[in-house]
């Protein structure tokens, strides 16, 4: 079912890409809409963003996060605790 899904290869977040870019892996998420950073349920620090993931080009592999949204992964680096939301 991973016929879509090529394999990952780095690039800078401001360089032009032909390719589908399905997310990216740390950095700074770009929020669809405002600021939503999870606390750490346990010690209430502002989590640290991970990974932000897109739904994708072909139907058959996509990730659903409503029509057009994206998901965000953060973590908790002194509790290692995890948390994930998505907006659309």
């Not at 963003?49 to 998901?71: P, V």
Request: aromatic share 10%; with cysteine; proline share 7%.
């Amino acid at each position: 079912m991973l016929g879509a899904v090529t394999a990952l290869r780095p690039h800078s977040a401001d360089e032009r890409t032909e390719e589908p870019v399905l997310g990216r892996l740390g950095g700074e998420p770009d929020w669809l809409q405002d600021d939503e950073t999870p606390a750490c349920p346990t010690c209430a620090t502002r989590m640290t963003f991970a990974a932000q993931l897109e739904e994708g080009y072909d139907f058959s592999t996509a990730a659903n996060f409503g029509g057009g949204g994206r998901g965000y992964v953060f973590h908790c680096r002194p509790c290692g605790n995890a948390a994930f939301l998505w907006q659309r």
